[in-house]
């Protein structure tokens, strides 16, 4: 715990404001996942007490199915960075069209409202922006690099993603070795035709 006297104070004010008008990000996502502290207002002094875990989309929410447990059970190491999980989804769209898709999580968590898909308001679905998309009823296929993963589409192995930070090949084929620092786990769920989840776990870069 550290207090900080009335200078102070306002030296964190204005720097929580700056924040506040930043349409980047909101208060709450700074204060657990940046700052990681909470700020106590009392007379003249300022406590600033550290969280020892960040406020996580899963948390508080109740998981009824294999596959959002799956996904509450790897989210802060994916958003720590220590963990890079890439997600296999097959079903159905809004269409009534089959469509699947490899989804770099570590990177939907940055751009999709998580809360929604833990307490079942919206569903986690195949786009054409994934790192790798196809429709079975149109034979529309589309792959995309992420922040996290580039994409080896054409090749002998078949379908291989490299992550960006060591350097290390996944290999999505049910069929042989995922690759270094890779397991495979597919997931039974009542809200999928199919799902499965690579979970690789980083290193540096050789």
């Known amino acids: 715990m550290i207090l900080l006297h009335q200078q102070s104070k306002y030296v964190v004010i204005n720097l929580i404001s700056c924040w506040w008008?930043?349409?980047v990000w909101n208060l709450k996502f700074i204060f657990v996942h940046t700052v990681n502290l909470v700020f106590l207002y009392k007379h003249d002094l300022v406590i600033i007490v550290p969280l020892f875990s960040r406020l996580l989309a899963s948390t508080g929410k109740e998981l009824k199915d294999n596959f959002l447990q799956a996904l509450a059970e790897r989210e802060e190491a994916n958003r720590d960075g220590?963990?890079?999980s890439i997600i296999y989804i097959r079903d159905y769209n809004s269409r009534h069209q089959e469509v699947?898709?490899?989804i770099d999580y570590a990177y939907r968590l940055t751009t999709d409202d998580f809360e929604a898909y833990f307490?079942?308001?919206k569903r986690l679905l195949p786009r054409k922006?994934?790192?790798?998309?196809?429709n079975w009823n149109k034979n529309v296929v589309s792959s995309n690099p992420s922040p996290n993963y580039e994409v080896i589409a054409e090749n002998s192995c078949g379908l291989l993603f490299k992550n960006k930070m060591d350097g290390k090949i996944i290999n999505v084929n049910p069929?042989?070795?995922p690759g270094d620092n890779t397991t495979r786990t597919p997931v039974k769920t009542n809200l999928y035709l199919h799902m499965v989840i690579y979970d690789h776990i980083v290193g540096r870069e050789p």
């Open 129 to 134: 922006t994934d790192l790798s998309f196809y």
């Open 100 to 102: 699947s898709a490899y």
């Open 82 to 84: 220590k963990l890079s």
């Open 119 to 121: 307490s079942g308001k």
């Open 175 to 177: 069929k042989v070795y």
């Open 21 to 23: 008008k930043s349409k």
